[in-house]
């Protein structure tokens, strides 16, 4: 195999003239008056021309201006008071409710802010109550239709973070116990998630109306009744917390059950294969649960296909589609940027080791220029997933990261044997299936290759996606037969 530059084996290692000026009377001077010239009309006096203005027109343009004021409905709400875009938006079931978008607010000046607001349309109509983040651009998180107060609101989250973990309950097997229990929105509960590993369990808040003891406080005693956990961590997610506003982290378990050493470590089971999880490492709460299923997919459709030969996994992170494809495929190279992740990676194989019969490698450097170079050596794969991180966490950065998803799937096309298997992915829900889609048939053409949909994938059940929020549908995943 080529090696790639600045890439190593882990552990191996771009004037007209100008006229001149002329002055209005020049040009009235130079430009003939045809009236004058045929005699047929003579022109007007100017005072003719002027417009005749009324003494009350006069008047009006004499007064004052009138600086514009509240309406008594806005001065009389004790609330926010949103404009009719996204009242209409509200109506038709979206949950949330930009800064942009808030008309006024009748807030009591206090530290920490209100986490609940009544939310009205413009005539102050109650449109339900939200989670008021002051500092977001998502200034509102709709979290009922109705007028809550905080001794409800908090019986309303332990009764909805109930009924997610019952709803996932039979996701879990003896081959599976990690999944996510609470999605936020998806479970009717706005910044909140909840994911599970094995005896371990992950609390993220993500919005500032959760930032309290209250907040916290149910929610660990709805997860140790429901689940009996060795250990409650709350794990901040930086980017969020700088967005919201969020208070600083307490690094104290919110829970730990007597005889637990080592809380914030443990290891947990996908599809069979164990894999080590550390609560102060990795990306999101540690893994990526919501490939738990294109995992099992890429490893079921490479034996559907006969495309066990050789395998590449993109962006590995900690071996999750390598290892699944290690079971059915001869060998399987694992690339990342990151070395702490591929540490994890190999520690993930040593503990398959009778499980996977494939020869695996890791290599560390930049997926951009490692298929570059391989591609241009005439390297050759049975099967290659791409799995790169969100490449548009804006609209804005969306051209930029389909040029990004066009070259990672233009190289991977390049190298793959003819009746190959591609799994493409992208995490970032500012790409639509219409841009993904085109974008990986404009690498197919360029390569010269043609790509037969198989499938088309997103998230694990256990990250359902809210039809009235688009937002939570996020990660997308193509499976491809190529010609």
Known sequence: MTKPRNASYFRNPERPDLQKLRTPAERTEEKPNRALQTGTRKPRPAESRAPQLSATTVAQAKAPRRTQTKSPAQNEFPGAMINRRAADRLREGYLWVYASDVESLNVPRADPPPALLPVADSRGLLLGTALYSPTSQIALRMISREAVDGPAWLELLASRLSVSIDRRRRLLSPSTNACRLCFSEADALPGLIVDKYGELVILQLLAK??????????????????????????????????????SAPDLQPLYLAAGTSEPASTRFLLNGLEFHFDANAGQKTGAFLDQR????????????????????????????????????????TGIDASHASLEVAERNLSANRARISAEVEWVEGDAFQILRDWADAGERFDTIVLDPPAFAKSRRAVEGALRGYKELNLRALKMLRPGGLLLTCSCSHHVGWAELEATVASAAVDANRRARL??????????????????????????????
């Not at 998230?459 to 190529?482: F, G, Q, R, S």
Request: charged share 25%; aromatic share 4%; hydrophobic share 40%.
């Open 209 to 246: 109306g959760l930032d309290s003891a209250e907040v916290r406080a149910t929610c660990t005693r709805v997860l140790r009744e429901k689940l009996s956990p060795s250990a409650i961590l709350e794990r901040p997610d930086p980017r969020m917390r700088e967005l919201e506003g969020l």
């Open 454 to 483: 198989l499938e088309r994938r997103g998230a694990a059940i256990d990250h359902p996606v809210v039809l009235n929020l688009p937002e939570t549908e996020y990660l997308k995943c193509l499976i491809l037969e190529v010609g």
């Open 293 to 332: 299923d294109n995992y099992a997919a890429a490893r079921r459709w490479s034996e559907a296909l006969g495309t066990t030969g050789r395998a590449l996994d993109v962006c590995t992170y900690q071996g999750g589609f390598a290892l699944h494809l290690g079971q059915v495929c001869q060998r399987v």
